[in-house]
């Protein structure tokens, strides 16, 4: 880091806080004292003001903000201390930003270590919790690039209390340190202890794993991140695409990891996703029985559909460019032009769908490997052409089941068209009969025969919707 350029701490006023604002000004670097109040005592305001008395101390500028945690916590339902670290990392890092600070820095202990490790495994977290907090990691939640730094986290809390003894500072301690409504808290003042009855130096020796499984994560992150970059088709704010096929072949342990990436692309304030929610999510992708859609976690879902995996939080934030799409009123059909559909498809609204039609005395050749071009007999067809979605009820006789009909709705599941592309997909009608439904097939009645003299060329193509 360089000492010229300014870090911007957050400063609680407590001993781990105070020994990282004195080591960091010992060592000559450039520092601004910031404290946010969570407002979640009466005296809270004390802390600030004790906190600024610190920075004139050490001759620094000060800054200070306060939010309501409590209220935040409610309408976003999350949890006390899940709400308190969002509401003082947003405070943190806009402040950082506006003082073009080089990075955040943080009191994280040891001990913080060690907590944070043991309530990631009792939660059942997978690798990535159990090896802990890093020494410097970017939180794209609140900022893609400034980094958020911990330089004590190798202290353990007694050398603070130690430090601030040397140094002739008096930490101001949080009262709710000592409260065991906290779930850190009990894991501090009751399980870490009694672990340390059957092993004296637990402390040390989980510090040691996490450090241990800190390296394993980096080459395990390595890979995933390769991997997802072979599959991931698309990415977007409200959703991701992946080709589905390739997960077949991958590791669950893999596409564990590639979950828990793609998750915290949508959502990067997320603190923990369990090893269960991860392990069900892979289990969901492989299982070619499983379900279409699955419920993951922070309102994000998996979705299935055809060749493709889809991660979002609404299945009408998909894509639908590759599906013709129309409004509810349904179109007349001149027999030569073009006709703009005025479709509905992604909320990009850059393309759409253009149907051509056109009237020959000679059949074309009639083998075309494009789906949504078809040759009809004219005459069988009549005047009477409309382009609308699909009517309630509706039967077709598609070629090639000698003019049996079945149930509209049912050929569409066999086709499999998404349901979700179904009721505004467009509809070919001759009268009051399905001629064709495009990119599937024709009605075995309105096909061309021998017999035929006059036929109509339907072609259904993406064209610029800019340009109509």
Request: with cysteine.
């Amino acid at each position: 880091m360089k000492k010229t350029s300014p870090l911007l701490l957050g400063i609680s006023g407590g001993a781990d806080s105070l020994c990282l604002l004195g080591t960091l000004h010992e060592q000559g670097y450039s520092l601004i004292v910031a404290h946010f109040n969570h407002q979640l005592r009466s005296d809270s305001a004390e802390d600030a003001q004790f906190v600024a008395q610190i920075a004139a101390q050490y001759k620094l500028p000060f800054i200070t903000e306060s939010g309501d945690v409590a209220g935040y916590a409610k309408k976003h339902k999350e949890s006390i201390e899940e709400a308190a670290r969002n509401l003082r990392y947003k405070f943190l890092f806009a402040q950082a930003r506006k003082y073009h600070a080089q990075a955040v820095a943080v009191g994280h202990t040891a001990d913080d270590q060690v907590e944070t490790v043991l309530m990631h495994f009792l939660r059942g977290a997978g690798l990535s919790g159990l090896k802990g907090m890093e020494f410097s990691i970017i939180l794209p939640a609140f900022d893609p690039q400034i980094p958020l730094i911990r330089p004590i986290l190798d202290f353990w809390r007694a050398d603070t209390v130690a430090y601030c003894a040397e140094q002739n500072l008096t930490p101001r301690e949080d009262p709710s340190n000592a409260s065991d409504d906290y779930f850190r808290n009990r894991l501090r003042h009751n399980l870490i202890p009694e672990l340390e009855k059957y092993n004296p130096r637990f402390r040390v020796t989980l510090q040691r794993t996490s450090h241990a499984l800190r390296g394993d994560y980096a080459l395990i992150s390595d890979l995933t991140q390769k991997t997802w970059q072979e599959i991931i088709i698309k990415e977007s704010q409200t959703y991701l695409s992946f080709q589905l096929a390739p997960f077949s072949k991958l590791l669950i342990p893999l596409i564990r990891n590639l979950i828990k990436f793609s998750v915290e692309k949508l959502r990067p304030g997320i603190v923990d996703i369990s090893f269960s929610t991860l392990d069900r999510a892979a289990k969901f992708i492989t299982s070619p029985q499983s379900a279409q859609r699955l419920d993951l976690v922070s309102g994000l879902i998996l979705f299935k559909e055809q060749n493709t995996l889809y991660l979002t939080d609404e299945v009408s934030n998909l894509p639908l460019e590759i599906y013709p799409q129309m409004g509810a009123d349904a179109i007349p059909i001149t027999v030569s032009g073009e006709i703009n559909l005025k479709v509905k498809l992604d909320r990009s609204r850059s393309r759409d769908w253009v149907l051509t039609v056109k009237r020959i005395s000679s059949a074309p050749e009639l083998k075309n490997a494009d789906p949504f071009q078809v040759t009809l007999d004219a005459e069988l067809l009549g005047e009477n052409l409309i382009l609308c979605p699909r009517r309630v009820g509706e039967r077709f006789a598609p070629l090639g089941m000698s003019g049996k009909s079945m149930k509209l709705k049912d050929f569409m599941i066999n086709v499999k068209l998404p349901k979700r592309a179904r009721d505004a997909y467009p509809i070919l009608y001759a009268g009051d009969e399905i001629a064709w439904v495009p990119g599937y097939q024709i009605s075995d009645r309105f096909r061309v025969t021998s017999e035929t003299k006059d036929v109509i060329v339907f072609k259904l193509e993406r064209g610029d919707f800019r340009s109509l």
